[in-house]
């Protein structure tokens, strides 16, 4: 079993910045592939980025690639979502989640999930 836990959340403004983290407890976290995924009120649950366990590949979703930047730090068993001019369309839950299949952009294929963390934009 695999524990995820977000933070980092919070309210800011439209422009700002914030950096979500996402720390893993019980397996080994790095003999896993980590994504990140927001959802909105109403709204499924979305791809935001991912990264792969061992290479480092990334995938970013179209509408934050450029603005949002997925880490990893393997020793601190830690994954970051670094958050750039954000805009009030980025207001969603954001969870964080682990797979063993490499770097997958469909929910179902994610194995463990964290209870997410909120973070709101205002224009």
């Known amino acids: 079993q695999l524990m995820l836990a977000e933070s980092g959340g919070g309210l800011v403004q439209a422009g700002d910045s914030l950096r979500l983290s996402c720390a893993a407890s019980g397996r080994t976290f790095n003999r896993y592939s980590m994504g990140w995924f927001r959802q909105a009120p109403g709204k499924e649950r979305d791809f935001v980025a991912a990264?792969?366990?061992?290479?480092?590949?990334?995938g970013y979703a179209d509408s934050v690639k450029g603005r949002f930047t997925i880490s990893r730090a393997n020793a601190k068993n830690t994954l970051y979502l670094q958050m750039t001019n954000l805009k009030p369309e980025d207001t969603a839950v954001y969870y964080c989640a682990a797979t063993s299949r490499g770097v997958v952009r469909d929910t179902s294929q994610y194995d463990y999930w964290g209870q997410g963390t909120q973070v709101t934009v205002s224009s």
């Open positions: 990264i792969s366990w061992i290479s480092g590949t990334t």
